[in-house]
């Protein structure tokens, strides 16, 4: 069974800019969750999506939003990058439902400069 | 918010055992997780526990929780340069979130 996607890995954008960051679940997950690692702040929770609804969301301004399509992929999206949103995203599926083991993606590195 | 909380180095010789300890806050906590990171590579799900066990096994991995004094340890027996690597400590809260540890840089040498 294919393990979870990212795309793309490694991204550099300009600040004032935005990005698309895109994750394919485990086939079958229903459950998708984002992460954001970085050295200061280590792993922080941005927000889970289950059957295409946003169920819990982080402590992240609005410049951060998600959504997650009816295949279960899930998107996420930073308008107006700042320098301190240079990290690594990523992105963790479960079945959802009362499972909770969460499998995570390799990440996608994005450099803002 | 709740804390989680783990030493942030451990130097290991090669075919001893490696002991990661973690503290945790979160009294309502139902899973506790072991994630292990290696460079430039996402999070890999090592075993988690649920709330009511004291102790899981799975292969050289044992991970023991005394949920009184909301401690959890994960030991590595056997351990080999391919564990070295970052662990991470993590607990589901509430709302069905992970809250992970800060990490605990593993090096084992030969």
């Known amino acids: 069974k294919a393990g979870v996607t990212q795309t793309p890995r490694y991204l550099i954008k300009t600040r004032g800019q935005q990005v698309t960051l895109s994750c394919s679940p485990i086939s079958g997950h229903r459950s998708v969750s984002w992460y954001q690692q970085t050295p200061g702040q280590g792993l922080q929770f941005l927000f889970e999506?289950?059957?295409?609804?946003?169920?819990n969301k982080g402590n992240f301004p609005g410049r951060f939003s998600g959504r997650q399509f009816s295949n279960s992929r899930s998107e996420m999206n930073v308008s107006t990058l700042e320098l301190g949103d240079s990290a690594l995203y990523l992105c963790?599926?479960?079945?959802?439902?009362?499972?909770?083991?969460?499998?995570f993606g390799p990440g996608t590195r994005l450099t803002v400069t | 918010g709740e804390d989680v909380e783990q030493s942030l180095f451990l130097s290991v010789r090669e075919g001893d055992s490696s002991v990661i300890n973690c503290t945790y806050t979160d009294s309502s906590s139902t899973y506790l997780y072991w994630y292990k990171q290696e460079p430039g590579a996402g999070l890999q799900l090592l075993t988690y526990?649920?709330?009511?066990?004291d102790m899981k096994q799975d292969q050289r991995l044992t991970v023991l929780l005394n949920k009184k004094d909301k401690h959890l340890s994960l030991r590595i027996a056997d351990t080999q340069t391919g564990d070295s690597a970052i662990y991470f400590c993590?607990?589901?809260?509430?709302?069905?979130?992970?809250?992970f540890g800060a990490g605990t840089q593993v090096v084992v040498t030969p």
């Open positions: 963790a599926s479960s079945l959802g439902g009362g499972h909770y083991e969460q499998y």
């Open positions: 993590a607990d589901l809260d509430s709302w069905g979130k992970l809250q």
């Open positions: 526990i649920f709330s009511n066990m």
């Open positions: 999506y289950f059957s295409e609804t946003q169920r």
